[in-house]
């Protein structure tokens, strides 16, 4: 009976063993899922935390876009307001060109006065060809200035759609 006793201790202490080696088994395994799963969330972290860094980055780049387009927009209205003056200087010349040519006219009227009746002729005559070219001067730069109004409400008009868009 002893031999027996002993076989069964044997058997039953190779049983405890073979338990105790699976139930470490598993608790490695369990710790190792453990583990896996850490370093995915880990992954998972890192990869929204780039994805959020890509966003703002995005973002960024948009807003740069945005005021490369905004000091693109104000050198051109620069760009116009430059034309703008270029061109009411040249329009004052114009007008003072006409004005010259007006007095020119008055003093040529005057000088044909002169030379056609004598000294009354030529005051009455100067008087007469100096308003003659004042006045062709003066409609002259009235309809200049109409057309330069007229340029300066289209000018606007397109403005205000620039606006709007």
């Given amino acids: 009976g002893e031999r027996v006793r002993v076989r069964v201790r044997g058997e039953r202490e190779r049983e405890r063993e073979r338990e105790e080696r699976e139930r470490e ?40 876009e945005r005021e490369r387009e905004r000091e693109i ?24 060109e006409r004005e010259e040519e007006g007095r020119e006219g008055g003093r040529e009227g005057g000088r044909e006065g002169e030379r056609e009746g004598g000294r009354e002729g030529g005051r009455v005559g100067g008087r007469e060809g100096g308003r003659e070219g004042g006045r062709e001067g003066e409609r002259e730069s009235e309809s200049e200035r109409e057309r330069e109004r007229e340029r300066e409400r289209e000018r606007e008009g397109e403005r205000e759609r620039e606006r709007e868009r």
């Fill in 25 to 64: 088994r598993r608790e490695r395994e369990r710790r190792e899922r453990e583990r896996e799963r850490e370093r995915d969330r880990e992954r998972e972290r890192e990869r929204e935390e780039r994805e959020r860094e890509r966003v703002i980055e995005r973002d960024r780049e948009r807003e740069r």
């Fill in 73 to 96: 927009e104000r050198e051109r209205e620069r760009e116009r307001e430059r034309e703008r003056e270029r061109e009411r200087e040249i329009e004052e010349g114009r007008e003072r």
